[in-house]
């Protein structure tokens, strides 16, 4: 058992034990390490003005992925090489995208810009050639006041990829890749006593190194908070709403990892993160690749799991009507046994699961639309990308001689405490010829089954009308009328 | 060759993209700082029954708690009408208003000790619209009115009289960078303030007055802002002020840094503003009258209010002559925080009327809309004054017009989005092309000055200080660009100092677009000073009596670091040498400049003058596309076309252009701010609050600039450029009503600020049923009754 966590900044180890590794990244790095180039502005994701580069071992080398520092707490971090604007600066001077941002007026105020630079020379890592769609698509996560974006995307168009010094090259991988092997064979307990109000309560922090151990540590500590990519717990932690005593991060073992296509099933281990999916899925899952591609920054997809996404269990959370509508299955691991759970069965309630004391999410099942299904996923917000849902909804429909309906399946999100599979809309389009005038009926049925409310996104009266018009809407893009 | 007109880099993006450059919470942490957190009001409106603060004492940590009798100057401040607490007394006017300073000696402590402070509140109903303050003659300072003609007369005689009421939301300035300052207390009463504030000499006052102590006690600086768009202009002074009372009392530095969430919460916005119209107009929707009664809503104190509302009765006209008008403005006392300057300064929500009337025109005669502002636009000869009686001069409006349109292609573009309207069941175009003219100077008179300290060292570098503050908007290299070529130098030779009222004192706002106008002719006032006496030197160095060649400071040359007498031009010095050699020959090597704006000015009660020094001018067509099921707006192309007359820096003011107009888009399409029905705000962080992200760019985005001919005054012929163009976004606003009225058959369709998805299709819906008669309801801030926190 190890009492500190192994992180590389920079290309300098570090070695981080007790209350220092339960903060953000961000924090670490200003008010520790004094590296004040990474800015927090949000502390939630949302702006990416903290971003850096995490290396992963991979495939013999470390891959570096933009990432959100102010939700990447230290004790997530073991075994990782964070390179942050500090360290962009190659043996050649300023990286290309530095250069670009001077010479296209990229920077006003210039507090977005050091996580601009990073999100940018994330881009390049791969040494493609970039569209504007991908520059446009690379840099959703961040968010920047004065320029109006042109200036930020001429710059990285500007900039010819095979310049590029990659962090690869810039930081020698062997060493750091030699470590992490040494390290990542054991388990990680940091604990250190908080004292509040007098009293003192010891915090924890467990990376275990099989999905065993995991399930194991979760009995032992039952009100201990699971974390995956931690994407959503850290703001949670960040706004102070909770603060766990026992943190277990999941590993990364080859269980977890898993991401096949087996026959019709596409089988997702619980640490996939949804960068990896959406690439997996682009030709075999157009529809939910689409929806990826708007659900989340780059930085947020690089950490986030669907797992986790399910766990959360959030009316709004973007994958479930998908998962609805196909029954996808979950795999929960216990200390004895294994068992699948149905997706229409899992959740009991608002963020109430059918997830046991000791058991944890491993894998997520889905059945592959068949040729003759058409699948629509619909995603409404306040702006497109990178928001949290004011409406989902998952269409599933299969027909016969193309006009009548022999199966529909309708889950809508953002409408209930929990996503809602409409069962009367369902019963009623059923064996019913797929025109306007049923789906226009079929609106209003919707309308009935769902209960939403007003808040922040939009009006109980705004969901209440996008229940109907989805339909409609589903009803042109399918029979193709523009 | 000089460098005015070059597109040069910012003063600052090496540091910018290294992370080099320092903000203030990136200044080391001094060996005994403090940290300073505060306590607001649990409640928008109520009274304090007690406050206990002895939990909160008691943690590990904590330095000290202070309240407003901790105060040892005044309590109340305020830029026009000093109605403002520091900390609350007893009465609590907005929800999370300040009434305990925490300083403590590490974030743990002061989070803990915010935490059991006991407080208990007598609360009353907040007052949260414009309606409800109507009701309850809840007003901050006077009415003001601006009239013209007979507007009677023009409404018995119009041919058509069209009438309505419009509202637009407030807006969140988004600056990056929270409000943040640390404090470091010198010997006896001397205090070094350190904040982000566009307005460093209301800093220092505020601190001075509040500790009761001279002005000249205290030094305010400014480095540089990460971003403030006019919510530094008057917001710094209660953060900046919590640290020096910390300070003062602990004789300690100390720092605040606003969380983003409790910035957005507690600070001010652009106010949300509900106007009630009527417009006269004939056959061929040319103006004749019109009555417009603007009501703000302010918040709970004066703050910049007044000025604000001033602004929008001025800017009401846009671009249009309107021969008979009768304007008001009301600001209304409400349970928000003070809502205060943001770029544009109630400019966009005058604007925003006539152009939403322009728009109803044309739809109410069936015509298009551009043929109707081409009509009403001001004239060169004629029609060409405004009705607060100022000559719109050197104008190139019609140009404007003329050159966007052929540019854009709007003709041929417009009857493509008719035929796209027949064609599509799921989508809808929409297009629009509006114009904007604002005017340049501070509408307060004494505000239009600024001045400038130019030191030239031994070395021939030099140093340059104004009151202006750089806050990304490329005011320093400006300046930089404007001192080199005075003396003749690169660029690399000077350097724009930190501002500080240490060497500037009595400085104005960086605001009102003027920052380089007033700064930037202060620091060329500087220059001419010294170059004057540099200037006789060398004539005198480069003079002799045997070639016949007297001492002529008019022949002397400073070009390319290289000064040399035009008789004599293979003699030279370089301009290094120059200024060692004047050095010993005793010339004075520093000079103060001074400016101030010639020939405006304002009588507020008679609503006349000419409070402009000139105006810029701009037009921007938009191109939308709105899906019928769910509100989704597109935006597919943009053109903006602008006078600004001869930039100084084009790489900078292209960048103003482009990031003013996509934080207008913002206001106008996605930007909502949303409240609890108790006051508080619910869209606090970028969560919840959604400014365009890099996918909300035009597909096609087209911005250039035009020369005007007639302009000819102003520092190097420039034009102010920094709120102009983000009042362009309204072509994008127009746009979404122009594709709403495919759908509303006879009716004209009524949209509010912002077009956001969800009042999209509400008003599609509205067009769908024609039992609901367009403009059946009056808009105001939404206020959600049920809190959710589904997350």
Not at chain 1, 113 to 134: C, I, S, Y
Not at chain 2, 476 to 503: C, H, W, Y
């Amino acid at each position: 058992m190890r009492d500190y966590v192994l992180l590389y900044i920079n290309g300098k180890r570090h070695q981080i034990s007790g209350e220092r590794v339960f903060q953000p990244l961000s924090d670490f790095l200003r008010y520790d390490q004094e590296m004040v180039g990474t800015k927090v502005v949000c502390a939630e994701g949302d702006c990416g003005a903290c971003s850096a580069l995490l290396g992963r071992a991979g495939d013999g080398t470390l891959n570096y992925q933009v990432f959100n520092t102010c939700i990447a707490y230290v004790f997530q971090l073991d075994c990782r090489h964070v390179v942050t604007v500090e360290g962009l600066k190659g043996h050649n001077g300023l990286h290309p995208v530095q250069q670009a941002m001077i010479e296209h007026f990229g920077s006003q105020c210039g507090y977005c810009t050091p996580g601009f630079v990073v999100a940018m020379a994330a881009l390049f890592e791969k040494r493609h050639d970039l569209t504007e769609q991908a520059v446009r698509d690379g840099l959703t996560g961040n968010l920047c006041r004065c320029t109006g974006y042109q200036a930020i995307i001429n710059a990285t168009l500007s900039i010819k990829p095979d310049t590029v010094e990659t962090m690869a090259e810039r930081f020698p991988a062997l060493p750091m890749l030699d470590a992490f092997d040494q390290h990542s064979q054991s388990s990680v307990l940091i604990e250190y006593p908080e004292s509040i109000q007098g009293k003192t309560i010891m915090k924890r922090s467990f990376i275990p190194s099989s999905v065993q151990e995991a399930v194991l540590l979760k009995k032992q500590h039952p009100d201990a908070v699971l974390i995956a990519g931690g994407t959503d717990i850290s703001v949670q932690m960040n706004k102070e709403k909770i603060d766990p005593q026992t943190v277990i991060i999941l590993p990364d073992t080859p269980e977890l990892r898993v991401l096949e296509l087996d026959q019709e099933n596409l089988k997702i281990g619980a640490k996939v993160r949804w960068s990896e999916l959406e690439i997996f899925c682009k030709d075999k899952l157009p529809e939910l690749h689409k929806i990826l591609k708007v659900f989340a920054s780059d930085q947020i997809k690089n950490c986030a799991t669907m797992a986790g996404n399910i766990a959360n269990a959030s009316p709004i959370a973007d994958s479930l009507p998908f998962l609805f509508v196909v029954n996808a299955e979950i795999e929960l691991t216990g200390i004895q046994n294994k068992r699948w759970v149905e997706i229409n069965r899992f959740f009991h309630g608002y963020k109430n699961t059918d997830i046991q004391a000791e058991e944890v999410i491993t894998q997520i099942r889905i059945p592959l639309p068949k040729p003759e299904q058409f699948l629509k996923l619909y995603k409404v917000s306040k702006r497109r990308d990178l928001d949290i849902s004011t409406f989902t909804a998952a269409i599933l429909v299969e027909m016969v001689d193309d006009q009548m309906i022999k199966d529909i399946r309708i889950a809508y999100g953002g409408v209930a405490p929990v996503v809602l599979r409409l069962a009367k809309t369902e019963a009623f389009l059923k064996n019913k010829t797929f025109d306007l005038e049923n789906m226009r009926t079929a609106g209003k049925l919707a309308r009935e089954e769902i209960a939403p409310i007003s808040d922040v996104r939009a009006s109980r009266d705004y969901r209440l009308r996008l229940s109907e018009t989805t339909l409609e809407k589903f009803f042109h893009e399918v029979s193709q009328t523009e | 060759m000089g460098t005015v007109g070059k597109a040069i880099p910012h003063d600052s993006a090496l540091g910018h993209v290294t992370g080099e450059a320092l903000y203030i919470d990136d200044i080391p942490f001094a060996k005994n700082e403090l940290i300073v957190e505060f306590f607001g009001s649990p409640v928008a409106h109520g009274k304090i029954k007690s406050l206990n603060l002895q939990k909160a004492r008691q943690v590990e940590g904590v330095a000290g708690l202070y309240t407003f009798q901790d105060i040892p100057g005044h309590n109340i401040f305020g830029s026009i009408l000093a109605d403002e607490f520091f900390l609350a007394e007893e009465l609590c006017e907005y929800f999370g208003q300040p009434i305990v300073i925490i300083a403590a000696e590490n974030r743990k402590a002061a989070k803990q000790a915010k935490k059991l402070i006991q407080i208990t509140m007598d609360e009353y109903p907040p007052v949260l619209t414009i309606e409800k303050a109507l009701e309850k003659k809840q007003f901050l300072g006077v009415k003001r009115e601006i009239k013209r003609g007979h507007l009677q007369k023009a409404l018995d005689e119009a041919d058509h009289i069209l009438e309505g009421s419009f509202f637009s939301n407030g807006q969140e300035q988004f600056y990056l960078e929270s409000q943040a300052a640390i404090a470091y207390p010198g010997e006896n009463n001397e205090m070094t303030i350190h904040s982000s504030s566009q307005n460093p000499s209301e800093i220092q006052q505020i601190v001075a007055e509040g500790l009761g102590i001279g002005l000249h006690e205290v030094v305010s600086v400014c480095k540089r802002m990460g971003g403030a768009f006019g919510g530094k202009e008057t917001q710094t002074a209660i953060p900046a002020f919590m640290a020096a009372l910390v300070a003062f009392h602990t004789k300690r530095p100390a720092r605040v840094v606003y969380t983003k969430d409790d910035d957005m919460k507690i600070t001010g916005k652009r106010h949300p503003y509900q106007t009630r119209y009527k417009v006269a107009f004939t056959r061929q929707g040319k103006i004749t009258g019109l009555k417009a009664d603007f009501y703000s809503n302010g918040g709970a104190a004066a703050d910049l209010s007044t000025a604000i509302m001033e602004r929008t009765l001025l800017h009401a006209d846009n671009a249009y002559f309107l021969p008979n008008v009768e304007l008001s403005g009301t600001v209304c006392k409400t349970n928000f925080p003070p809502n205060t300057a943001f770029r544009g300064f109630g400019g966009p929500q005058g604007m925003a009327v006539i152009e939403n009337i322009l728009e109803e025109i044309a739809i109410f005669l069936k015509k298009d809309a551009f043929d109707l502002r081409t009509l009403n636009c001001y004239g060169i000869e004629e029609n060409n004054i405004t009705p607060y009686g100022q000559i719109v001069s050197h104008s190139i409006l019609p140009t404007l017009f003329e050159n966007l349109a052929e540019s854009s292609q709007y003709k041929a573009r417009y009857a493509e989005v008719v035929s796209f309207n027949q064609r599509s069941k799921t989508h809808l175009r929409g297009m629009a092309m509006t114009p904007m003219k604002f005017g340049i100077s501070f509408t307060t008179k004494f505000l239009n000055q600024g001045n400038a300290l130019v030191n030239i060292y031994k070395d021939g570098t030099i140093q340059v200080s104004t009151g202006g503050t750089e806050m990304g908007q490329g005011l320093n290299i400006k300046i930089r660009q404007i001192v080199a070529d005075e003396f003749g130098i690169d660029l690399e030779n000077i350097k724009l100092m930190p501002t500080s009222t240490e060497k500037n004192n009595n400085t104005s706002p960086t605001a009102a677009s003027a920052g380089t106008d007033l700064n930037g002719m202060a620091a060329l006032d500087a220059c001419q000073k010294i170059r004057k006496g540099l200037v006789r030197f060398a004539s005198q160095h480069f003079a002799s009596r045997e070639e016949g060649i007297f001492p002529s400071p008019d022949c002397i040359h400073l070009e390319n670091g290289i000064v040399y007498d035009e008789r004599r031009p293979e003699f030279t010095l370089e301009f290094k040498e120059l200024v060692m050699l004047a050095y010993q020959a005793q010339v004075n090597l520093g000079a103060r400049g001074f400016y101030k704006t010639p020939g405006i000015d304002f009588n507020r009660e008679t609503g006349k003058g000419s409070p402009f020094f000139y105006f810029t001018t701009g037009c921007s067509v938009a191109e939308v596309t709105i899906d019928r099921f769910t509100g989704d707006l597109r935006i597919e192309r943009c053109d903006l076309l602008m006078d600004i007359g001869e930039s100084i820096n084009p790489g900078i003011d292209i960048g103003q252009l482009e990031g003013g107009f996509i934080q207008g888009v913002g206001w106008v399409t996605g930007e909502e701010l949303r409240y609890q029905e108790n006051g508080e705000l619910l869209s606090f962080s970028p969560t919840t609050y959604k400014i365009p992200n890099i996918q909300d760019l035009p597909r096609v985005f087209n911005v250039n600039t035009i020369k005007n001919p007639h302009h000819h005054i102003n520092v190097r012929r420039s034009k102010a450029v920094g709120e102009p163009p983000l009042m362009l976004c309204l072509s994008v606003w127009a746009a979404v009503k122009n594709a709403l009225s495919y759908v509303s058959g006879n009716q004209i369709p009524k949209l509010n600020i912002p077009a956001s998805n969800e009042e999209i299709l509400k008003r599609l819906t509205q067009a769908a049923d024609s039992s609901v008669p367009f403009g059946s309801e009056e808009n105001e801030i939404p206020l959600i009754s049920t809190l959710n926190t589904k997350i």
